[in-house]
């Protein structure tokens, strides 16, 4: 039976860890914001480079399980996940009789309603 010099650990595979930058929230939030400024500015000109950095943020936001800003929240397709901009990959209509906001994606052809509503006793009175 030929033995092991390197002891009895020679058949077990060693995982190692990535190290990966410790950050704060607050930092995370901010990282998160400024690619997707950086989206925002960037998909008039080219729409490739603009998904990859929505897609960056996205990735980080679930990696660290942290809430995107709810300015940033509904700018993202609910359906195919793409970074929306109105009028490039995107339609946004008002309907007053609906009280909704919809926004077609044109990647993926699907609607998304979000209701508003002017005053709070408005939407107090559709609850009840």
């Known amino acids: ?18 190290k990966s930058l410790m950050l704060s929230g607050n930092d995370i939030k901010d990282r998160i914001v400024e690619l997707l400024e950086l989206a925002d500015k960037t998909i008039k000109h080219d729409v490739e480079m603009a998904q990859k950095y929505a897609l960056q943020a996205r990735k980080l936001q679930m990696k660290t399980r942290t809430k995107f800003p709810s300015e940033w929240k509904k700018r993202f397709c609910k359906h195919c996940k793409t970074f929306l901009y109105p009028g ?34 408005d939407k107090n009175e559709r609850d009840h």
């Open 1 to 18: 039976m030929p033995s092991n010099k390197s002891g009895s650990h020679s058949s077990r595979k060693k995982h190692r860890r990535r």
């Open 88 to 121: 490039i990959n995107s339609r946004t209509r008002l309907s007053s009789t609906n009280k909704v906001v919809s926004i077609k994606c044109f990647n993926c052809k699907n609607y998304t309603r979000i209701p508003y509503y002017q005053k709070l006793e």
